[in-house]
Structure formats: C-alpha cells, structure tokens
C-alpha cells in the first residue's frame, strides 16, 4: 500500500515517480471546476488576443501599402510591422510595470475593483475593438495605420489588466492545503503548478491561433469569389472570429465564482532546510555554465521571436498572403511546442550539454536555409524544422538550469531566465522587422543565377548565421565530453541508447550515487535507520564489493596497484560485478518485498568509466543494463558536490579512482548531472554540502511519497481506521440517544400541557 493509494497493496512504479511529478500537479489543478472554468477562459482569451495580435499584423501591412506610411514599398511595410510589435510592447511594459502596484492592490481580495467584472470588461473591450479594426481602412483610409496602432495598444493594455485580474482571482481557487500533521500525501507547491500551467496555456495560445487564422483566411477567401468586401479585407473575417472568442470568454467567466479571501500558500517541509545564499553574488551554477546555458537558451527564444515576426514579410516574399503567414507562424511555435514537449526523447543516450549545442545549430542553419529557398513547401518544413529544433533547445537549456542551480536558487534563477527570455523575444519581435526594412530588397547575380531576396530573408539568414557561433561557444565553453569527438557520441546516440529498462514489481530499489566524498555511506546509514524503524526488512549493500566475487574484484578495482588496468577491461569489471550483486542480493531481497538500498550503482559506471574515461557512455550504459537484465532503482538519489569540497573529506589514503586527477572528478560529476537533468522523474538531486541531517531530511521527504507501507504501518493506518470508525459510532449512537431523549421529554412536556389546558378548561 502506497501511501497515495490505500488500501490496494501495491510497489512505486516509474507511474508512481510521474504522479508525483510537476506534470502530475499541473493536471491536477485542472480537476477544481473553479479553475478549470478560469482556465478555459484564459485558454479561449489567450487564443483570441493571439489570432487579434496576427490580425492587426496583417491590417497594418494593408493600411501602410494603401495610404503609403512610411514611404511605403517595402521598407514602408517593414516597419509598419515593426511598430505594431513596438505599440503591443510599450502598452505591456507601461500596464505591466506602472500600473502594476495600484492594479493589484485594486483588484485583491476585498479590494475596490471586481476581479470577474474586470476580466469581463477587458473580454468586452478587445470584442468591440476586434469588430471595428477591418473597417478602418474604410472609413479613414489616410489614417487607417494610426488608427491599428492605437487599437493594438489599447487591446495590449486590456491584455494586461485581465492577466493582473486573473493572477489575484487564480490563487483564491487553489484547494485548501491540507491540515498540519495529517497522515496524508502533502500536496505539491499549488502555485508552483499554477504558475506553470498559466505560461504553458499563453504559449500553446499561438499555434492554436495560428491554426485558428489560416481556416479563417481560407473561407474568407471562399466568401471573397462571391463577395468583394472579403477578397480586399483578407484578415477581416480572423479579427470576428477573435471577437467571437471574447466573447466566448465573457460568457465562461460570467459564471465563475471567486471568493472573497486569499487561500494561503501551503508550507513546504523543506522550508528552512537549504543552506542560505551568500549576498547577492550571481549564481554561476554548480559547475560554472549557468550564465551561459541560460544566455543561450534565451537567445533561441529571441531568434524564433525574430523570425516569427519577419514571417508575414517572407510570407508575401514567397508569393503567398495570410494563409502563409499563418502556415510559419504555426510551423515556428507549434514546431517550438512539439519540441519542448519531446525533448527528452531526442537522443537520450546524448550528453545534454552536446544536444544543446546541437539543438542551436540546427535551429540556426534550419533558419539559414529558410532565408536562402524561395520555395513555400521546403520553407514551411524548414521553419517546422527550426522551431522543433529552438524548442529542444529550451527544454534541454531548462532541464541543465535545474541541474546546475541549488535548490534554494531554483526559483530566482527560474525567474531571471523568464526575465531574460522575455526582453529578447520583445526585442527580437522588434529588431527583425526594423532590420528588414533597413536591409530592404536586392537582387544580386545575373544570367542563370540571380539572388532576389527582400529583406526579410536576408534577416532570417542572418539571425541562423549569428546562431552558429553561438552554439559553437555553448560546446566549447560547457562540453562535459571533451576529448571524446562529438561525430562518435553522436553515432552511438543514434544507434539507440540503453535497452529496456523498468523497476522490479515488487519491494523498493533505492540507489545513492555522487562522487568521492559525497557522504552516501552516511545517508545509506541514516535511511536505512528511519526505513527499519517503518517496519521495513531493509537490506543495505554496496558496488563493488556485495558479494564474495564482488570483494575479490573491488580489490582488483580500488587497488592503486591496478594503475595501469585498460579502460574497457575496468568498464567489464564493474560489470562482472553487478552482474553478480544484482543476481545474489538485490533481485532476492525485492522478490521478498524488502528495501534494497545500495551504495553506488549503474550511473557511477556510465559517470566514472563513460564520462570520466574516454569510453562511450551509451556503451557502458548499455552493458551495465544487459549484466542486470535491465534492472533500475525506482528512485536515485544524486548527491551533488564539488570534488575539491569532497577531496577535503577524504580521512584515509585515496584508492585508485580517489587518486584520479580534479579534471577527472570534474567530468565525473558532469556525467552525474547529466544523467540526473535526463530522467528527472527516477532522479533526486541533492546538493551534499549541507549538514548531513539536513539531506536526510530532504531524501525522506521524497521516500516518504514513494516507499511502500509496511505490515505495522498498514497496520497501525487499520487501527486508526478502526478506532474512528467506532468513535463516529458511538458518536452516533450518543446523538442518537440523545435525540430519543429529546423527543421523549418533547412528548411528556406536550402531554403536560395538554393535561394544564384540560384542567384549564375544567375549572
């Protein structure tokens, strides 16, 4: 019995480790009616601000072509392009950062401004905006451009006042955190999950507008063979369509109830546990790469940003219209979604850093190449290409970020990256426009090759050019693999990684891995203490050295003696060994229900003997998981430090592998994290320069999610159960006696009354 499912008996599973995931907590927030309501409101809004947002795009490319803005022609378009990006911007920074303040206390719980009103009226602003913007390049044909810009600030501004609405209505419809001390499953960080799911509906937003306006442009373009008003208003019949689900957003929200108070943010357990930053010195991450895994996973965002925003320029370059448009809008940001959504997929066997690295190039010259083919097919699958590629990039970038920073700066520097992200997407929407324009159209060559680009394909080919470099620095400057060529890593990755791999069906593996002075044998201990004390059979072992062979071989192994032992033949050697202690002592003790929790375990093989030596991780990999039949812990525990901290810890003479080089130990703690960011589901990743009991604290925190319930437990839950059941009986049978009580002297004083009134009327 798990203790999120009572009373089935039954082992974690990885199923288990996802339910207890942030995907798992997002979902869940999606089963409270109140915020799945606010949520489809936000969803519905979301979509049509970013199919009204396209549509003004497409109008103020009309209004600067007819009344001739900004000198007109091609550069003139460009830059109507670009101010329509600029007004949205100001009116987000100035409703965003000025009104802010004011706006929140406004719209808090029992503040002066109904929060449901409020996002109410914005919806019904941006309708009556959406319905009169197709129309005034008819009614002020000379003036038509101003008019956009206004309407595109004013609806930015109404943007703004409905998210600072929906931000204070949200938090009050979380489920109230559960009561201090209660024998339940701790809920995960609600506004965490809330958090999340509010940045993953706003991006899914586009794609589905995207999608939303080429059905749109294409039956307007039907009702244009009949109708005249439609074949010259292409983007016309889109802006009613994004009217239409305001309005849809009105009618969603006016039957949402918000309560009048704030539900408090449940305290984590781990609060007060993390080590206290130091000042406000700039976290560079645990192994240095930070700053620059977050650069470049912003400068991605900024490119495809960039691009996408040049897009209606290429689209008429390439001899298309809105439909176009809409095709590499959706093929950028739908592409960038699938990517984020499958990049742990990609290549798993690869180094994360090398994928990054990867990622960016081939976004890069996937964007090279779209400024370079004139043909709309090819340009289409290069834009899904690229976009694919950015958000692979973004996930991977992301999943190194959470690796490399301490939990205690996890969310700040979550933050600055958002931060970061967002200042080069404004000014990437921006820039590729005005470059376009300041680059215009040029025709270069002659004869039988001519080169006739305008500029927003010069702009593309640039924005891929400038990628390259920058990918290049990424796997120069953070390469956990270097002295291994990238051509052989990759080969093997596309060879497929480790074979099929799941955790036992029955007990619980738990596995300690860190490198050299991390402190496992301290944890190993302290755990096994706590998980004992449960009423657990815990078994406690160690790699190498388990077994009888396993204490023959680990002398062969740690022996400094064994200096000059080939790679391969250390490789087989650990694999002899685990063979061994999976087959003698670990599959044993789980078949029996008990806890295995050992000492060290495939992913020092990949990190000591893959990245440490020159071998092929996927390779160790996939010996390691043929030696045990495919065996996997159902919870690794990483414990993280800096191999100079750990060598300091070091009480007796170094072995063989203690006695490697810092280079060595550095790769080695790489190879860790890398395969922590690329399952982080199975993986719990501790920083192990905290206090011992500190780190135990945190390692149960997460078993206690995980473990199964022992006899006494299920036991003692059964008692509980038992002794309420009989309390609520006896509380039961109190009141019902004491209703019976009730009625028996009801009945007696009736009686008595009725005996005054007859001597009443007697006398």
Do not use: C
């Amino acid at each position: 019995m798990t203790r999120a499912e009572q009373p089935t008996v039954v082992s974690p599973t990885s199923d288990t480790l996802a339910a207890d995931s942030r995907e798992r907590a997002v979902r869940a927030l999606l089963r409270v009616p109140p915020l799945k309501r606010l949520w489809s409101a936000q969803l519905v809004g979301g979509i049509g601000d970013a199919l009204a947002l396209l549509v003004l795009v497409l109008l103020s490319l009309q209004a600067a072509v007819l009344e001739g803005s900004f000198g007109a022609g091609y550069r003139g378009a460009a830059f109507a392009v670009a101010a329509v990006f600029g007004a949205r911007i100001l009116s987000t920074v100035l409703f965003g950062a000025v009104l802010l303040g004011p706006l929140t206390s406004l719209t808090a719980p029992g503040g002066k401004l109904d929060r449901r009103w409020l996002m109410i009226g914005t919806d019904g602003l941006r309708l009556a905006l959406l319905i009169i913007a197709p129309l005034w390049i008819d009614w002020v044909p000379d003036k038509a451009l101003m008019m956009i810009l206004i309407t595109v600030f004013v609806a930015g501004g109404a943007e703004r006042l409905w998210a600072v609405a929906k931000e204070s209505a949200a938090p009050a419809l979380l489920p109230a955190p559960p009561i201090e001390g209660a024998a339940v499953r701790p809920l995960p960080d609600h506004l965490d999950a809330l958090r999340r799911l509010s940045l993953r509906t706003n991006f899914l937003a586009v794609p589905a507008a995207a999608v939303v306006l080429l059905i749109a442009t294409l039956i307007g373009n039907l009702l244009g063979t009949g109708l005249e008003w439609f074949s010259f208003h292409q983007a016309a019949l889109g802006s009613y369509v994004a009217a239409g689900l305001f309005s849809a957003s009105i009618s969603i929200l006016y039957f949402l109830e918000l309560p009048d108070t704030q539900t408090p943010r449940p305290r984590s357990p781990l609060e007060g546990l993390r080590r206290p930053t130091h000042g406000n010195t700039p976290d560079k991450g645990r192994t240095g790469a930070l700053p620059l895994v977050v650069a470049v996973s912003a400068a991605v965002a900024g490119a495809i940003a960039a691009a996408a925003a040049v897009s209606v320029l290429h689209a008429y370059d390439l001899g298309g219209g809105p439909a176009t448009f809409a095709l590499l809008i959706l093929a950028l940001t739908g592409g960038s979604a699938l990517g984020i959504r499958t990049a742990q997929k990609v290549l798993p066997a690869l180094s994360r850093r090398r994928l990054l690295a990867l990622a960016t190039a081939v976004t890069g010259v996937a964007l090279l190449a779209l400024g370079l083919v004139p043909d709309t097919a090819t340009g289409l699958a290069l834009a899904l290409l690229a976009g694919y590629a950015a958000g692979v990039a973004a996930n991977i970038g992301h999943a190194i970020i959470d690796q490399e920073t301490e939990a205690s700066r996890q969310a700040r520097t979550t933050e600055h990256l958002q931060a970061i992200v967002r200042v080069l997407v404004a000014l990437g929407a921006v820039a590729g426009p005005l470059l376009a324009a300041a680059i215009g159209q040029h025709r270069l060559g002659g004869g039988d090759f001519v080169f006739d680009h305008g500029g927003a394909a010069y702009t593309l080919m640039l924005i891929g050019a400038l990628l390259l470099p920058v990918a290049a620095i990424v796997l120069a400057k953070t390469d956990d693999r270097a002295g291994v060529p990238l051509r052989r890593d990759l080969r093997e990755a596309l060879r497929g990684g480790d074979p099929a791999v799941a955790p036992a069906a029955t007990g619980f593996f738990l596995a300690l891995e860190g490198g050299d002075g991390a402190g496992k044998s301290t944890q190993v201990e302290a755990l096994a203490d706590w998980i004992r004390a449960k009423g657990h059979e815990v078994v406690v072992t160690r790699e190498p050295g388990a077994t009888p062979v396993g204490k023959r071989l680990r002398s062969i192994l740690l022996d400094v003696a064994s200096a000059g032992l080939s790679n391969r033949a250390e490789a087989l050697l650990y694999a002899a060994d685990r063979a061994e202690h999976v087959d003698s002592v670990v599959r044993p003790a789980l078949e029996r229900g008990a806890i295995v929790i050992s000492d060290r375990y495939i992913d020092s093989s990949v990190a000591y003997q893959g990245a440490g030596r020159d071998l092929a991780p996927t390779e160790i990999a996939r010996i390691s998981r043929w030696a045990t039949s495919g065996l996997v812990p159902h919870l690794t525990v990483l414990l993280d430090v800096d191999p100079q901290t750990a060598r300091e810890r070091f009480t007796e003479a170094p072995d063989r592998l203690e006695s490697e080089p810092a280079e060595f130990h550095e790769r080695v703690r790489s190879g860790f994290l890398t395969l922590a960011a690329a399952d982080p589901t199975r993986y719990l990743v501790v920083d192990a320069g905290q206090e011992p009991e500190a780190i135990t604290t945190v390692v149960r925190h997460r078993l206690d999610r995980l473990l199964p319930l022992s006899e006494a437990e299920i036991q003692a839950i059964e008692e509980a159960r038992r002794k309420a059941e009989e309390e609520a009986r006896r509380k039961a049978e109190e009141e019902a006696a004491r209703k019976a009580e009730e009625e028996r002297l009801e009945k007696e004083r009736q009686e008595q009354l009725a005996r005054l009134r007859a001597e009443e009327e007697e006398r």
